[in-house]
């Protein structure tokens, strides 16, 4: 079984500009998370999909951030305009049913953002 | 807000000896407990998780228990192996939702 795709791996930029980030999950796996982690924290969840609708984006800074996962399976994150605090690992991570705690969660190798 | 706490960044044990990593939580309406691994580079995988209705459980060198009046879980490996050392990842789970840990760096020296 593959497993959750991200790309890129590494990104740069400066403060101000976007980015995009690309996560395809596992195929059949019906909910999607997108995870930030920062140095020295524990992954912090930004956004969860259930198929293509937006099950949990409380903590997902809305002026900035946005997500879509068109059609149900891949999904991708946009950061725009671009801050030095959003520089961490963003983790998309995908699970089987409605993403309970024995369904099958599997992440990705993530996307180290440096923003500088 | 951080309902779940890995108080100790790292850890270093001997090949062959007992690795003991702890986590704390405050939130006592959880249902599951889990823990995850982490190589560089590469994203958590699941090791072990319990439920919020035992206070034990083993899988090979792994062994996860639980002290809800403490609002405490620890993970034990044993026998460790130097393949053991990586990042660990206390998380709890309820209403949907995975809170993480910090994280506790291990270190297995051979």
């Known amino acids: 079984e593959a497993g959750v795709a991200q790309s890129p791996r590494y990104k740069i930029i400066e403060k101000r500009q976007s980015v995009a980030f690309w996560c395809n999950p596992i195929?059949?796996?019906?909910?999607l998370y997108w995870y930030q982690q920062i140095l020295g924290q524990g992954p912090k969840l930004l956004i969860q999909?259930?198929?293509?609708?937006?099950?949990?984006d409380s903590q997902l800074p809305k002026d900035r951030f946005s997500a879509e996962r068109l059609k149900g399976v891949d999904s991708t994150l946009k950061i725009q305009p671009a801050k030095l605090e959003d520089s961490a690992v963003y983790l998309c991570?995908?699970?089987?049913?409605?993403?309970?705690?024995?369904?099958?969660?599997?992440f990705g190798s993530g996307t180290r953002l440096t923003v500088v | 807000d951080q309902q779940v706490k890995q108080n100790s960044p790292s850890l270093s044990v001997q090949e062959g000896r007992i690795s003991i990593l702890n986590c704390d939580y405050t939130?006592?309406?959880?249902?599951?407990f889990l823990w995850y691994k982490k190589y560089p580079a590469e994203g958590p995988t699941f090791l072990i998780s319990?439920?919020?209705?035992?206070d034990k459980n083993e899988d090979g060198r792994f062994t996860v228990f639980l002290n809800k009046s403490a609002k405490h879980l620890s993970l034990h490996i044993v026998p460790s192996q130097p393949g053991d050392s990586a990042v660990y990842f206390c998380?709890?789970?309820?209403?949907?939702?995975?809170?993480f840990g910090s994280g506790t760096k291990l270190n297995v020296k051979p």
């Open positions: 939130n006592s309406m959880f249902d599951y």
């Open positions: 195929s059949g796996h019906a909910t």
């Open positions: 999909f259930q198929n293509n609708g937006v099950v949990d």
């Open positions: 319990i439920s919020s209705i035992k």
């Open positions: 991570a995908s699970s089987t049913g409605t993403g309970g705690p024995l369904d099958g969660y599997t």
């Open positions: 998380a709890a789970y309820n209403f949907n939702k995975f809170y």
